[in-house]
């Protein structure tokens, strides 16, 4: 255990003190112009910092469905420890990028609103929340560092920093200005072109002209005499350089939110409403200046506040109260949902809106993997402590969710459930990648509707506080919740689909059934020894027919054909056909020869399709000796019980199971085998 003092020098760290040195670094202009010839990127604009910012966690490329995709890694939210990771967007997050750097290269994006659309819970927020935090955690390190100024002014004490948070090189005439830049991008050999335009804002243009006419027009002498520069740290929580704007009732809105209001005390100190000293610059585009502005539903705005919104953006100025326009660098993100974009679209006096719009479709998943990740953050053995998590809970949920947003197949052998898998990354026969291509160019609408991710986190939340007394949840628990759950939903309307729906759920709830089934069969079967043994018969077996050999019988010593029926038996277990078995079995042996050559052994592990034959087959020989239908039996006697012990203790010890789920899924597979030897009985 730790002292108190041992714990305050956890927070008492020299690099601490460090670091706040060079976020509070203050000095002249000069000095400025000094760390701009060293690091020219000081002066990149609020996109050029943004796409740097994203690229410099790093990415990766990588093919799926023969379609180049990109991974990049700061999605994977590195501030919090993954706690606002977005999982399988890749598509839309790389279309996200590829505009921020057009953006950043000057291509025209730069003049355009970013606007991510898509449905309830697909990860919007959670996208601009996490730009906004690597914004913010960017402008602390070297690399992001960027830099404003304040004005050293007779007769005030302190300084009065730049209400807009403004590029120094501002400061410096046009004509100047571009030959620093030239100067600048001449040593920064960047993708882009550095581009410090426009004027001061109306604050400091007035402080510039009034300090001027003191000194004569000596430009020099009022940038070292009344000029400070400092560096810029953005903070959302501080109001610098990140700013968020939510709608509210129309009643309560008011454009100067966006753009600042008049300081009615102030006027009778300046004399003037129209004096910059009696106005706050400090509506959303202000503050947001030289970073970025959320618009939270911007599509529920009012009128009034889309002209503004429509200068900040063509034209990068915003027009506050009584002042000329007035230049901003900022990104302009918003979000939206469906009904709100259609509104839009039908909207003919929105044209100059939507032209001016660059949208950017945010689906749901459809990949399971990705869907299981999401759940995976909320429930696992860190966050849910009072009970366990049966195996395949959160992947049922999962499946179902995906299913919910997927149209249905068009080939007639096809179901949506291989559709899904097929759409995971699993093979099936018949199906290549250019089918699946084909599959999603068909229903460009899949993703857009369907269940949200919030929906199935609420109900695995209620099955795990449902009964207090259970120690254990499992997926028909969660199951029924979802589907109690949906009668309940606001926002499915049609009771056609709510009842597609629940249909869907029965699809997951017999592919759940399946699972189970093939590890309680994995196991019984889970003897090492036996399957080798079984394995190296089939492989013997194979070798001599491939070969047109015989096979010496172990226990006789005598050579005897190659045993087809012990090659069907396992062989039928994976489905392969009577046509097909002489290529699955030089499959098998060429693999083999290959490893041969290497100087490696074959082992029937690395084979997966080759492996679960030889489990179902050695299953189907020792499922009679284990009497698993008995345990639904009242009366089981010692031996059995003892073989039952083991499969249970195995389920436990390989499968992620405990006591009480691995005792309920014997119990019901159990109930599922007695079914079916009834129905083979009769």
Not at 186 to 192: G, I, N, R, T
Not at 409 to 421: A, D, E, F, G
Not at 462 to 470: F, I, Q
Request: some cysteine; aromatic content about 8%; glycine content about 6%.
């Amino acid at each position: 255990m730790k002292s108190a003092s041992e714990l305050l020098d956890l927070v008492i760290k020299d690099e601490d003190v460090q670091l706040f040195k060079h976020l509070h670094w203050e000095g002249s202009f000069s000095e400025y112009l000094e760390i701009a010839l060293e690091n020219p990127m000081v002066a990149r604009n609020a996109f050029q910092r943004l796409y740097d910012m994203i690229l410099s966690y790093g990415y990766e490329e990588f093919i799926e469905h023969k379609e180049k995709q990109t991974r990049y890694n700061f999605f994977s939210d590195p501030f919090d420890r993954g706690r606002d990771a977005i999982f399988g967007l890749e598509k839309s997050l790389t279309r996200l990028v590829g505009h921020v750097k057009a953006a950043a290269a000057g291509y025209g994006t730069e003049r355009r609103i970013l606007l991510l659309h898509g449905p309830v819970g697909s990860s919007k927020s959670t996208i601009v929340r996490m730009m906004k935090k690597g914004l913010e955690e960017y402008s602390r390190t070297a690399e992001g560092a960027l830099y404003s100024f304040g004005w050293s002014l007779d007769g005030e004490e302190g300084l009065t920093p730049c209400p807009m948070h403004e590029e120094p090189l501002r400061l410096v005439p046009a004509k100047a200005r571009e030959q620093m830049l030239e100067e600048l991008n001449a040593k920064a050999h960047l993708p882009y072109r550095l581009d410090v335009s426009g004027e001061l804002c109306p604050a400091c243009r007035m402080h510039m002209g009034e300090l001027l006419d003191q000194y004569e027009g000596d430009w020099r002498k009022v940038i070292d005499g009344h000029i400070r520069v400092s560096r810029l740290v953005l903070s959302e929580k501080d109001r610098v350089g990140i700013g968020t704007f939510q709608p509210k009732d129309e009643k309560n809105q008011d454009s100067t939110e966006l753009t600042g209001d008049i300081n009615y005390r102030k006027i009778a100190l300046y004399g003037s409403d129209s004096d910059p000293r009696a106005f706050n610059f400090d509506g959303e585009f202000n503050i947001a200046n030289r970073g970025m502005i959320e618009f939270i539903e911007v599509l529920k705005l009012d009128v009034a506040f889309l002209y503004d919104l429509l200068g900040a953006t063509q034209e990068h100025s915003i027009k506050p109260k009584k002042f000329a326009q007035t230049e901003i660098d900022e990104v302009i993100l918003g979000h939206t949902n469906e009904p709100e974009y259609r509104k839009l679209q039908n909207n003919e006096l929105m044209e100059a809106f939507r032209d001016r719009t660059v949208k950017i479709d945010i689906p749901y998943n459809l990949e399971l993997d990705d869907e299981i990740k999401i759940y995976q953050k909320s429930f696992n053995e860190k966050t849910v402590h009072a009970k366990h998590i049966a195996p395949h809970t959160v992947e049922m949920a999962a499946m179902w969710a995906v299913l919910t947003r997927l149209e249905e197949p068009k080939p007639q052998n096809l179901s949506l459930m291989q559709k899904l898998k097929l759409y995971n990354g699993r093979t099936l026969p018949g199906f290549t990648e250019d089918n699946i291509k084909e599959f999603k160019a068909e229903a460009p609408r899949e993703g857009m509707d369907g269940i949200s991710p919030r929906y199935i986190q609420d109900k695995v939340s209620n099955a795990l506080v449902k009964d207090e007394t259970l120690t254990c949840i499992n997926p028909f628990m969660v199951m029924n919740e979802l589907e109690s759950g949906l009668d309940h939903h606001s926002l499915l309307s049609s009771d056609e689909l709510k009842q597609k729906y629940k249909e869907r759920l029965g699809l997951v709830r017999e592919e759940y059934e399946d699972v189970i089934k093939n590890e309680v069969q994995r196991a019984i079967s889970a003897d090492e020894e036996a399957i080798s043994r079984l394995c190296a018969n089939y492989i013997d077996n194979v070798k001599a027919y491939t070969q047109k050999e015989k096979v010496k019988n172990p226990y006789t010593g005598q050579y005897e054909e190659a045993d087809e029926r012990l090659m069907r038996s396992i062989e039928e277990k994976i489905e392969i056909s009577e046509s097909r078995k002489d290529d699955f079995r030089r499959e098998i042996m060429n693999y083999i020869g290959a490893l041969a050559i290497e100087g490696k052994t074959f082992d029937f592990r690395t084979n997966e399709r080759l492996q679960r034959a030889l489990e179902l087959k050695l299953f189907e020989d020792q499922k009679d000796s284990i009497k698993l239908t008995s345990i639904v039996s009242t009366v089981v006697d010692k031996e059995t019980q003892e073989k039952i012990d083991v499969v249970k203790s195995r389920l436990i010890r390989n499968h992620g199971y405990c006591d009480v789920c691995a005792t309920d899924i014997l119990n019901f597979v159990a109930s599922i085998f007695a079914r079916g030897d009834a129905r083979d009985d009769s």
